[in-house]
């Protein structure tokens, strides 16, 4: 047995024991100590494990089943390294990781609730744990073998190294409200627990925000993934619990402040956790294997991942039901319009959006238990996502005016007259550009309206620190994001150019030019182009060549970064035709033509039946002669059914065919066609680009830089 | 009931039978290519045609021919896209789209392959 695989034995066993006790302790806490002490023991053998891995990757031990199926030994370290998690078993471990390490700080900020957080917390890594074991990453090969079978070139990329970890990171930090929402409501104690999980929210929904929004980054980047959102059942497993995080945070604001929405902060951390779990359940379980580009294979986890789900739901509806009905709640009455309401509006608004997002990614299974198993279009997300993007903008445009309780409208119409105004001109702006959809100009008046009163609001803000305006900068990024979501993907145009080599060619106001394809290193091989732009010209090498690992045709543009657009050069496809020259021939009895060589004679005609009812066979009798052979050739058709079958013959010289094209009875000729290979002459080769433009895609980065600065920002108010 | 409750449940309802209504609209069954020529739009699965897809520069669209499992349908396909990176080495191939004119235009072509996260084939 392998280390790796001993100590994740060990990792199991204090995995347990810790739970065990930390179970008694709930009771009683003189085994805490002891409970803490196997937590200890099971973060440092699962880091053993990890360690172990990576080391079989960099060492390429192919005696590894895992190793050999996702690595070779001419990979770049950095690669090697993100081999690690390319695979299911590799990234459970990963997660498993940075459980661990995670529940360290955690048993630090749970205090004296550490016995019930950390009991559910390790409940929840027994449960990664057990998917491990089903599918361990050190499972051996029958035989060992000398070189592995690389890694898939579409993960071959440096976002490869962070994104994953970030996604995982985000999906352990999201247990953490979930395990303290859980002690709290079996302690039945509501005091403390959401002060203590609010920068854990916030940290989820940094670093999971940060795994989405960098897997879009790198989607961008590299074809194959379809664009930088494609909502994509995996895609989307990630997004829903993002999106309930949201409401969560801004839910725990109204609880820290007033007291309020207790019952629906619990709800909310429980839920984003069960989505997580849920979401697992439909990627990694092969259920959704028909309807997703990423597919990842039943690896034979159903079982345990369904088991888990149901537990995880049965005790937290079991607790929820029991304490929810005695759960004192303060009641607020407020105006409707205050900044209180709005938060409660933001917070509904959101928890639709999570469920219809998820109602559209878990149709094929509804639907296949229901009838027939459907898929839904991706114009489904659109139609759900636009109404509701348009009212929570709507909510941010007005909020940083509203006072908390009651607002005074006299004085917000002069606050808002200003940005009403800009953003008015600026919408007017666009649709003389070119937006003319009615629901696209709502949502772009009031996103620009939003994207102004915040901004004001941040300025305000800025001289009371940075760290106060963690809110506003976060809007402000919402703000830019949709902007960019908006612009880039519904005014993005593009073409397809056939670019002949040598030919240069204008697209809009830029030319190319096909140079010719350039070998590289592992036979990634690039396109070579020349890209010509207000007169000054370039090579750019956007990359196109078949991979053996994944036998699929790989593409990676060339993206001309602009602040007002793109442009993105993305090869399709490269066609290589063998020149060739066809001539036609018309020859009565007797008379011959020359080629190649060859003096070619029409003979006579050749007629029987063909075996099948009605056919005829008609051939041309051919002397093929040169200086010292004699043959002959009959090319025929057979003729009667719907259409002729053409049945050519080659000359001797293997280049050369000949073609018995008609037959003219009356004057008693043929017409032939004599198709020739053109011999040392260069085929022709060319390009298939496609060229898009695609406008404001910088404000999409921009808007999600400033999202994660903002929730870090968060971080460090709630902390400190 | 306060009037302020019975407006945000109506809010509330009238997202969710639209959500509701949407999903109804935006499902694509899986049918046979018989179904699917009466119209709608749905998902078919087939195998390429081997030598059948050409691309045409005209109208900027991706051309091929799938055939049915049982191996006796067969539909042209025009996809309006780019054509996927594994498509000749896909198993089968899924279009999702309408019946118009003679031939399925695809907006969506989703590729079957062994796999492209889990291509790990044990050596026998």
Known sequence: MLLGQATLYLTTVFTLLALALYGASLKNNRLLKLARFSFWLATFFCAISSFALLYAFLTHDFRISYVFGYSSSDLPLFYLISSFWAGQEGSFL?????????????????????????????????FILFMLLKKSPFELLPQAQTEGRGLNPLLQDPWMVVHPPLVFLGYAALTVPFAFAIAALQKNNFDTWYKRAFPWVSFSILSLGAGIFVGGFWAYKVLGWGGYWGWDPVENASLIPWLTSLALVHGLILEKVQGSLRKTNLFLAIISFLLVVYGTFLTRSGVLADFSVHSFADLGINAYLIFFMLLFLAVSIGLMLGRFPALKVQKTSTDPISQQKFIIYVIWGLAILSFLVLLGTSAPLITKILTQPSNVAISYYVKISLPLAVLLVLFLSFSPLLDWQKTDLTVLRKKVLLPFIIALALTLLSYLWGVKNLSHLLLLFFTLWALLSNLVRFFRKLPEGLVQTAGFMTHLGFALLVIGILFSSGYSRSQRVALEKGKPQTIEKFQLTYQGEIPEQNKQNSVSLLFAENGKSREVRPKLYFSDYTQEQMRKPYIRRGFTFDLYLAPLELRKIASHSDSAVILGKGESFEISGYKVTFVDYEMEPHTEGGQMKIGAKLSVSSNDSSLTLVPYQIVGGEEPEFHDVTLPDGQTKIILEKIIADSRQIGLIVHTEAQGAEPTETLLIEVSHKPLINLLWLGGVLVMLGSLLSIKRRVS | MKPKYIIAAIVVIVFLVFGAFSLKKSLTPYVSFAQAQKGGTVQIIGKLVSGTDYYDTQTQKLAFTLIDDQGHGQMKILYNGVKPGNFEQATEIVAIGK???????????????????????QPK
């Open chain 1, 94 to 126: 990963l997660w498993l990781l940075i459980g661990f390490l995670l529940g360290l700080f955690v048993i630090k900020s749970a205090k004296e609730e550490q016995a019930p957080v950390l009991f559910y917390f390790t409940l929840v890594q027994v």
């Open chain 2, 99 to 121: 019946y118009q004119n003679g031939t399925f235009e695809a907006d969506q072509l989703l590729v079957k392959c062994p796999s492209k996260y889990q291509g790990l084939e």
